[in-house]
């Protein structure tokens, strides 16, 4: 007979014990779940890094020079890579300027003469790469082959996307003419080619 009644006694506590610790166990999950969406709410949003930048190059009206540069972060620096089109055979000076303005004929009577000077945040004298120090804006030559195409490619550590060194809203100059890499303040590369403000990539946070 005691054996009968212990069988039916050990369901029934462990019955009694799993309904009085079934809640406990669900409001702590619901709680931790709770506490989980609260630390994720109000966790601090990162900011991704711009992807690029780039400018397209237009030539003054006659000329038929184009071409397009691009800005890309790289773990060395800001990459650079000039592609331009109908220019003149020979070595022609690149560089960035200060001021976002492409004007074909202003005051001055000069193609992009509203561009400014070479962008030059640390009041370094003209060089070409990779002499250092020089204009962060010193891009050197762009050799263009009889086809009229050239192509340049060099990465900078002084230039940058974002901050005090930004490339972005800044022109990129194609000159007539050579740099001479010394002759100060500007390289003696001759006119104004062609020109192209620097904005963020499509699809870079921050682009429009």
Avoid: Y
Wanted: aromatic share 2%; net charge neutral.
């Amino acid at each position: 007979m005691n054996r009968l009644r212990n069988a039916w006694l050990f369901p029934l506590l462990t019955l009694l014990v799993l309904i009085a610790c079934g809640p406990r166990v669900q409001k702590a999950t619901t709680s931790d779940e709770a506490k989980a969406k609260d630390q994720q709410d109000h966790a601090p949003m990162k900011t991704a890094a711009p992807a690029g930048a780039a400018a397209t190059l237009e030539g003054a009206p006659g000329s038929g020079v184009a071409g397009t540069v691009t800005f890309t972060p790289t773990p060395k620096g800001l990459r650079i890579v000039a592609h331009v089109t109908g220019a003149a055979a020979g070595r022609h000076g690149l560089h960035l300027h200060e001021t976002g303005q492409c004007t074909h004929d202003d005051a001055t009577g000069k193609h992009f003469a509203s561009a400014g000077g070479h962008f030059n945040p640390t009041g370094s004298p003209h060089a070409c790469p990779p002499s250092d120090p020089r204009h962060a804006g010193d891009f050197g030559n762009i050799e263009v082959g009889a086809d009229g195409v050239g192509h340049l490619d060099l990465t900078s550590n002084a230039l940058s996307l974002t901050g005090a060194n930004s490339v972005v809203g800044r022109a990129v100059i194609l000159h007539a003419g050579a740099d001479d890499c010394t002759t100060q303040p500007s390289g003696n590369s001759g006119d104004r080619l062609a020109c192209g403000v620097v904005n963020l990539s499509p699809g870079a946070p921050g682009s429009r």
